[in-house]
């Protein structure tokens, strides 16, 4: 994905993929990803549409990497629910990419540096 601003669509093709994800994620509870709560912080679609990067922020932090693994694996699965959330108002249901947000992360760091 390039650095051109998303257009409206775009933002509305996130937007939605956001809120139903984490529903679905949500539905699955804690206890699907070893105890961590998995929080769907933020959604980008390519200007096609096919392709959706989605920022997850995991709790706490040292369960990252199994959960990480755990959704790479779950891909298709959690893409296959989506798309029967989303099936009359897309045409094609984006391919979902994992990425971990470490926004929390760096403002706890931040946070510690500055008690110093």
């Not at 929080?39 to 390519?46: K, L």
Request: proline letters at 4%; charged letters at 30%.
């Amino acid at each position: 994905m390039d650095n051109k601003p998303a257009s409206t669509r775009q933002l509305k093709v996130a937007r939605e993929i956001q809120k139903d994800l984490a529903e679905i994620i949500r539905a699955k509870g804690m206890g699907a990803f070893g105890g961590a709560l998995v929080t769907v912080s933020e959604v980008r679609v390519s200007p096609d549409l096919s392709l959706a990067k989605v920022f997850v922020s995991i709790f706490p932090s040292e369960k990252q990497g199994p959960v990480m693994q755990l959704l790479e694996e779950e891909k298709r699965a959690l893409r296959g629910e989506l798309g029967r959330v989303v099936a009359k108002q897309f045409r094609i249901v984006p391919e979902l990419s994992f990425l971990l947000d470490t926004t929390l992360d760096y403002a706890e760091h931040i946070e510690e540096l500055l008690k110093k």
